[in-house]
């Protein structure tokens, strides 16, 4: 038997009657692995996996292996194993009521092959977080005190693979010579079974090759992963394109199996599986949790984007109903995890200019993709009203966690409307922007820029403004290096958020940029 890819660890939830966490792993087998037995570390009571098959392709074979863990009044170390093979993989999993600690990235690769030579190694932020974790681990068994813990939850707010390079001929002929069609031809053309086998060949591979990379390979298989895509899951604007390019038929062929890998290598579910945890409906994959009294709501913003909305009124109805449902005290942190930055630079101005130019412009899928899109920002405001309205009834602090725009950057909502004070910070929503632990940042010169220009104070609407905040200690908004977020227990009531950065050129690491923000509070 041979491995080609994994483990792949995924969060499936917490439930607190029992006191159980529920974590997945996913294999890329050429032939049905066995089984996978797991333990608490150096116990010898090993419990055999479910198993199930997620896909086949082409003589390989996706696995997922479920577990049900049982908390304890301490962090607890969980090795798992193949039937009969020699390695071992290991997770912690938090204590029983106490809150995960939490690792958040985005953007793992490159948008075009040119921006690997701007790096010096590729990878260099996830050797960082697994530095942090193995030092977390060393302290946890050392019992020397320390406040640092190992990271129970990795989330992954987009683009955990680029498929951009599907418009190359090596990678994808078909496509490749499809793309080089004149417009109106190629949107009239069948996608033909040659175009839908080398698509499939090519999503398929795509994930076995990232994913297989040794650094984040280690993360993937030491902390289980809540992962929702992003454009280039599927390749760069996918749902800002013109109605008849995102309707033709070799698009939609595309999008099936970009939709299809990502439901088994990122949701880690078969096509007729349907947990509770899902609510977006049939065509959406948002997905919320609870795990310690944190609250997750996890967006789906490509399944049913279009140039007019970013989620069907099902998949908000379904979020709207699981808020309405999780009961005051249930959460004091609910984590909006929006792939696009919901607080960030508005280039509705220049959106406007370029559609005012006659002919498809390059940058208009680009700008169309943020929440400041004019056709995005009625839906935007019901959203930050809603989350508003919840923060207040259900007493729960609100943060957003984006990625997307390749700078680390933090924000606020603010909102003035009139009884909103009743509950201490229900009023203020903090958005968390990391970006990215692979892919470059912008050049200097436009992070100066960007920085400049950055807008003061939005005005959302007549009684709530958005801004871009300084970082403390810093005389700038957006950090242009590469970075990853960690989420950890401050104290009792406060959580500290921490940018890690990449080492400078001088070879110095910078310290973290930190945000502390309090949990809500009846006055």
Known sequence: MAIVMGPILGFRGEDKVKGEWTVSALFVSDVDPGMLHFAVADANNTQAMQKTLLKEHKGHQVWRFDMQIEQSDKPVRIQYMLAGAEQKWAFWVPEKGVNPHIAYASCNGFSDPKYMKTVKNRNALWVDMEERHTFAIECLEAEDGTTDLPFNLLLMGGDQVYADSIWQEKECKPI??????????????????EMKGSVEDFYFNLYCERWSQPEPARMLASIPTVMM???HDIF????????GVNKCDVYQGIF???RDNFRAFQMQLTDTEKPLWLVGGDNNFSMTHVAGDMAFAVFDMRSERTNDCVMSATAWNGITNWLHDLAE??????FVMS???VVHM???????????????????DDLRDHWHSHPHKIERLDMIRNLLTFSRDKKTRVTFLSGDVHVAAVGAIKSTREGVNSVKNSNVMNQLTSSAIVHPPPPGIVVWAMNKLMNENEVVDRDITAELLNFRGADCGL??????????????????AKWHLEETGKGIKPPPYSKVISACSAL
């Open 236 to 243: 760069d604007g996918w749902g800002s394109y013109p109605e």
């Open 346 to 364: 508005d280039f509705s101005k220049l959106e406007s200019i370029l559609n005012a130019i006659p002919g498809q412009q390059e940058l208009e």
């Open 229 to 231: 895509w992003d454009d």
């Open 479 to 496: 950090v242009g290096a590469r970075n990853w977020l960690s989420i950890e227990k401050f104290n009792a009531h406060n959580l500290i």
């Open 256 to 258: 099936a199996s970009a």
């Open 176 to 193: 490749y010579d499809w793309v080089n069609e004149p417009l109106d031809d190629r949107i009239k053309m069948p996608f033909s079974m």
């Open 329 to 334: 005290g249930d959460a004091k942190h609910l």
């Open 339 to 341: 792939s696009i930055p």
